[in-house]
């Protein structure tokens, strides 16, 4: 399958390396990648970790180029794109969490433990941005990304 969709950032950063990886269908490698990128483009690399100011401040045309990403190379499984619709149905981080497998049986999944795979549950992916680094623990801001998907989508109309 291949990337056919330009590669768009408004900070000048190269996706071709998450390309790749997703193309490839590594999955844990591209999260990773996915968290490294999106703290460079929110200057926040030293800090480890996204505030949801950072993603309310994201650049709608790296968001959708990500979004893009994931969503293409996963068939929709993947992607902001699969968790903002699962926002809209739960409306609630912990729900999200929930449908999402960040959370089971009412426990919290340190990164590790999350699956990297196609098996994973719709939304799974990406998560790595939503978790802090070195911490492994999940931070609610997954909740500020649909509104700002939604507003991107809309101002490219």
Known sequence: MGITHQLISEVGVNYDNLAKLLLAKRWRQADEETRALMLKISRRVNAGWLREEDFA???CSDLETIDY?????SLGRFGFTAQSRIW?????????????GWRLEGN????????FNLEADTG?????PFYKAGDDIAIGWAAT??????????ESF
Do not use: G
């Open 124 to 128: 799974h992916l990406p998560a790595a």
């Open 57 to 59: 401040n994201f650049p």
């Open 88 to 100: 809209d149905m739960a409306p609630d981080y912990i729900k999200f969490s929930n449908v999402v």
């Open 108 to 115: 919290w999944q340190r990164y590790p433990q999350l699956k």
């Open 145 to 154: 990304l649909a509104p700002k998907l939604i507003q991107c989508l809309e």
């Open 69 to 73: 990403l994931w969503t293409h190379e």
